[in-house]
């Protein structure tokens, strides 16, 4: 293989390890994104919310 060769192929190297990272930083951004949302959601709207409950028998 000539220099021009591996200079190409290092080059296609780098672009697809730069695509790679940055389509992984996206899935935790997504990630962190949906776990935030599903943490605000297991919260109770209301902190008395619940904490008294009538029965009648």
Request: proline share 5%; aromatic share 0%.
């Amino acid at each position: 293989m000539d220099i021009a060769a591996l200079s190409i192929i290092n080059s296609q190297t780098e672009v697809q390890n730069t695509a790679s990272v940055l389509i992984l930083k996206k899935a935790m951004e997504t990630a962190e994104t949906n776990n935030i949302s599903l943490i605000n959601d297991l919260l109770p709207p209301s902190p008395t919310l619940g904490a008294k409950v009538d029965i009648k028998v």
